[in-house]
């Protein structure tokens, strides 16, 4: 083999340190690179198509409810911002400013999007009058800048890509609908799509969306036991209508204030496939997502009719709708089938003079590296199942990962005891509501709360901290 080809390299154990296992992957399976910006980093050709895949499949899914797509400017007015005390508050320690324009000093600054709602209010006061100019149902697909002071590859970085949804509705009861909706259509997408199971619920008061009247999340356990929240939809009230002064006449020809609602998810996404499915051979890709669906590896391929037959299995799966690649680079099979397994590639083909003479391939799935002798002419209905079985397989080891990482306590020191024998993970205990308690299981514990889950289970009357009555049951654990 040339010695200037690329050989796989070996990654750090996730049982090592996990962290490194992560960084290694995102390295070695050409998701990023690192820039001269500190926090920000090149999503690479194969993480971009990840995150194209993404895109493609939410992207249908809200012009299914009918949202419609539109593009904000990337900059907004410092006395904009001010207009909604709680949301700037929220938001200011990580706003990056432009001062100047060329050499001119700005006489009113601009921040550099961290996220649009002041853009859509402004906009909304000069497009909504009457009752019959609403809803309006938006959504762009964008970047946006916060000064994280900790940044890591898709998980939290000082500029990323997501999508931020607005919407804005004559009534309180179809705000809250559109919330709650938004937030189904991210919970499936995350379990039929990328096969991750997740908890919806409710944020606390405390961790609410700065300027919301509430906030709903998805919450995903990671490999290691660390939750992730993949997915938030806020319900606004009409305190953003009321600081931007939007007004319609309603009905009854009176003037009133719409609701608005907003909902988000970013390329952390691609963090959550990592470290929810990834294994110490590196990325495992839910087929949905990934780049390349199918790769076919010829064996011998020196040897008369393999190229053509391996060709012509390609153009075969193309054609049935499979995202495929043939590899007839010169690097050896042994080395691509560590590339692939490396990139997380779903189903790999394997094609031979002994498969041609026998009219069969040899078809391994990545997820639990089981191969299968197939007939050449049940390849297509062969490979669909199979890329079936990987997503059904990587989600039924994801819930049973949460199952087993899931812990009912109902005493601090059953919390305590459960984290320090079985490693980190969710803990459900109840909680009484108040603040103070649900600071003080943090300070004793370490783990914060992370939703109200909207199914609820009755642990124990009590509070998990003081004893008071209880009031929900709630889901702990320690965050990416």
């Known amino acids: 083999m040339a010695k200037d080809k690329k050989m796989v390299t070996a990654i750090t154990s996730m049982n090592e340190d996990f962290a490194q296992w992560y960084t290694d992957i995102c390295k070695k399976a050409e998701l990023i690179e690192y820039t001269s910006v500190k926090g920000c980093m090149v999503i690479r050709p194969y ?173 995903a356990l990671m490999h290691d036991g660390k939750a992730l929240q993949a997915g938030t939809s806020h319900y606004f009230g009409d305190g953003f209508a009321k600081a931007f002064g939007i007004e319609y006449t309603d009905k009854e020809n009176k003037r009133v204030n719409p609701h608005q609602t907003s909902w988000g998810v970013t390329t952390r996404l691609i963090g959550a496939i990592i470290m929810t499915h990834g294994d110490d051979s590196g990325l495992v890709l839910p087929p949905a997502v990934a780049p390349v669906q199918a790769v076919i590896i010829p064996i011998a391929q020196h040897k008369e009719g393999v190229l053509d037959k391996a060709g012509e299995l390609k153009q075969r799966l193309a054609d049935s709708g499979v995202r495929v690649k043939l590899d007839d680079s010169d690097n050896s099979p042994g080395w691509k089938f560590a590339e692939y397994e490396m990139k997380g590639v779903p189903v790999r083909v394997e094609i031979g003079p002994k498969d041609i003479e026998a009219g069969q391939c040899v078809v391994a799935t990545r997820h639990n590296g089981e191969k299968t002798i197939v007939p050449l002419e049940k390849l297509e209905e062969t490979v669909a199942a199979k890329l079936q079985e990987v997503h059904d397989g990587l989600f039924k080891k994801a819930l049973e990962n949460r199952e087993n990482k899931t812990y009912a306590c109902t005493s601090l020191e059953e919390i305590i005891s459960a984290l320090e024998e079985k490693g980190d993970g969710f803990v459900k205990a109840m909680w009484c509501g108040e603040e103070a308690c649900e600071d003080e299981v943090k300070e004793k514990t370490g783990v914060g709360s992370r939703c109200i889950p909207f199914e609820q289970e009755q642990l124990s009357d009590v509070c998990v901290c003081c004893g008071k009555p209880a009031k929900h049951m709630v889901y702990w654990g320690k965050a990416y």
Not at 69 to 95: R, T, W, Y
Not at 151 to 169: A, D, K, V
Not at 172 to 185: H, S
Request: with cysteine; aromatic share 10%.
């Open 47 to 219: 993480g971009y198509a990840i995150w194209e895949n993404i895109q493609r499949i939410l992207d249908g899914m809200f012009k299914a409810t009918g949202h419609e797509n539109v593009c904000m400017p990337m900059f907004i007015p410092e006395s904009l911002l001010q207009k909604e005390k709680d949301h700037v508050e929220g938001f200011a320690p990580e706003v990056a400013w432009v001062t100047h324009g060329g050499s001119e000093k700005l006489e009113d600054r601009l921040c550099v999007r961290p996220t649009s709602e002041t853009l859509f209010c402004e906009h909304y006061a000069n497009i909504i009058h009457s009752y019959r100019d609403l809803p309006k149902l938006y959504n762009q697909w964008v970047s946006v800048v916060r000064w994280e002071k900790t940044t890591r590859p898709f998980l939290r970085s000082r500029e990323f890509l997501w999508q931020e949804g607005h919407t804005i509705h004559a009534t309180a009861e179809e705000a809250v609908e559109e919330t709650e909706r938004m937030l189904n259509v991210y919970a499936d997408f995350c379990e039929n799509a990328l096969a991750m199971p997740v908890v919806k619920g409710k944020k606390t008061e405390s961790d609410k969306f700065a300027g919301a009247v509430s906030t709903y999340a998805i919450e």
